[in-house]
């Protein structure tokens, strides 16, 4: 699904991101690991999205210059997990540190909070980037592509059987963004 959206998104954006959320949801019905509940995904119709706004994609570069810190990460269920902050971006409402996450094979994670969470969105935050799962839309080493019409929910939004990482105080944005998924 990333990749796919990696190769698409610039050139046709709306038509990247519709084709995205069909599979999306279609994994979320079907898959055996979907984090909507068996019993609940026969009446799955798939999930709430704001529509595309194309004023949420930037290309930002990472400060990599920051002190690098270990903070424990906070989860949904279970005792925090220690991340790495290993960069920076700045975009035009805040700035959102990016960490090395070790948990379940390590890569790149960008888990963020707004004034949207807890009323239109999870309370715990959604993620922009998890490299270890894929869930990104590229880059040039320097460089990060952020798309928040591609933010989502943790697993443990759906079900709390799931545990997930949640945004650390660190990544609390001050404006509501409406984009990607919503409850």
């Not at 009446?43 to 810190?69: K, N, S």
């Not at 894929?134 to 709390?160: E, M």
């Amino acid at each position: 699904m990333y990749a796919d959206a990696r190769r698409r998104s610039a050139d046709d954006p709306v038509g990247a991101l519709a084709d995205f959320r069909r599979t999306r949801d279609a994994l979320f019905a079907t898959h055996p690991e979907s984090p909507i509940p068996a019993p609940a995904r026969g009446a799955f119709h798939g999930l709430a999205y704001w529509p595309h706004d194309p004023a949420l994609r930037f290309e930002v570069e990472v400060d990599t210059r920051i002190e690098r810190l270990r903070i424990p990460m906070p989860m949904s269920r279970d005792e925090p997990v220690i991340a790495e902050r290993c960069g920076r971006v700045r975009l035009p409402f805040g700035e959102l540190d990016v960490f090395w996450l070790s948990l379940y094979g390590g890569g790149l994670f960008l888990p963020f909070r707004d004034r949207s969470a807890g009323v239109t969105t999870y309370g715990g935050g959604r993620y922009l980037l998890d490299t270890i799962k894929g869930a990104d839309l590229g880059g040039d080493g320097t460089r990060l592509v952020l798309d928040f019409n591609y933010a989502y929910h943790p697993s443990c939004s759906y079900d709390s059987v799931w545990s997930c990482p949640l945004a650390p105080k660190e990544n609390a944005l001050p404006v509501a963004i409406e984009a990607g998924e919503r409850l």
